[in-house]
């Protein structure tokens, strides 16, 4: 398979950023089980987006609590 939260994918967008350390990286998505789950397995940092996508008008908290799932920021929109 080729895309979130697949390695192979980070691996091709990190390639593209020609000398950016990792710990200036970010995937910046609306989901924790191919967004995040994908950028923090890939060893960059982790943007979620609460206000638009899967979490829109929802408390994200309780999912991330079951789920174990942890973004290294949450947002509302980009």
Not at 13 to 23: E, M, V
Not at 60 to 73: D, E, F, H, L, N
């Amino acid at each position: 398979f080729y895309g979130k939260p697949y390695g192979n994918a980070f691996e091709t967008a990190i390639a593209r950023l020609n000398g950016i350390p990792r710990s200036r990286i970010a995937m910046v998505g609306d989901t924790l089980h191919t967004d995040v789950l994908g950028g923090a397995a890939a060893g960059i940092g982790t943007v979620l987006i609460t206000d638009h996508g899967l979490f829109a008008g929802h408390d994200v908290a309780p999912y991330i609590s079951k789920c174990g799932i942890r973004p290294s920021w949450i947002v509302k929109t980009t």
